[in-house]
């Protein structure tokens, strides 16, 4: 795909096929985040990459913040949890940038993944001190966010459209009350 069509068809898929991922395009994934712009180039990202079928039900089945509501992640033959060490991002004007670093780093990779045929879903709606008992990660580490990888279902779920009616998910906001020109505009 060239990179308008990349990032114009992304969209957040939530159900998937059991085909594994090669090697090499989750090669290709890892050094897409690798290349991100981060902090002074600090790279606070750590990515916790979750194949065992155990952890991946574990994580689906006890990591939501309501009920199961993840539990679609584990049809995914890859988690991919992106952690940050915060010690290695800083702070400006009150504001903490490892969120920055690691959003734009995965970010990379889910357009990585996309290129290559796989889909992606950004979640928010975990328990972070769940995860983290899951998968070992130690308390001065933050769980950013979470993503199934994998190859998108033909038919999509259910539970995928109405998350997507929900969310509004094919909305977006019109580029004239997005962008301003030369001042704030109200
Ligand atoms: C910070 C963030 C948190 C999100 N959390 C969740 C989540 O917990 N569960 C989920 O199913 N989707 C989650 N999403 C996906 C959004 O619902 C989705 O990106 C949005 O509806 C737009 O749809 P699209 O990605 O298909 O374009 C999240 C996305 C972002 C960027």
């Not at 890859?78 to 940038?97: F, L, P």
């Not at 928010?124 to 008992?133: H, L, P, T």
């Not at 950013?144 to 969310?167: C, D, H, N, R």
């Amino acid at each position: 795909m060239d990179f308008n069509e990349v990032v114009l068809t992304r969209k957040s898929i939530r159900s998937f096929t059991d085909k594994q991922i090669p090697d090499d395009v989750l090669q290709e994934m890892f050094t897409a985040s690798q290349v991100a712009p981060s902090f002074q180039n600090r790279q606070c990202w750590r990515y916790i990459v979750v194949k065992d079928i155990k952890k991946r039900r574990e994580l689906a089945l006890k990591s939501g913040l309501v009920g199961k509501v993840n539990f679609f992640i584990k049809e995914a033959p890859v988690i991919i949890v992106a952690c940050a060490d915060t010690s290695k991002s800083g702070t400006m004007n009150g504001q903490d940038y490892y969120l920055v670093d690691v959003a734009i780093s995965f970010q990379q990779m889910m357009l990585a993944a996309w290129n290559n045929g796989i889909g992606s879903c950004w979640l928010a709606a975990f328990n972070e001190n769940s995860v983290k008992k899951i998968l070992d990660i130690p308390d001065k580490i933050r769980v950013v966010a979470m993503s199934p990888f994998g190859y998108p279902k033909e038919k999509t779920s259910l539970y995928s459209k109405a998350v997507k009616t929900f969310a509004g998910s094919k909305k977006r906001i019109e580029l004239d009350k997005m962008i301003f020109q030369e001042t704030w505009e109200s």
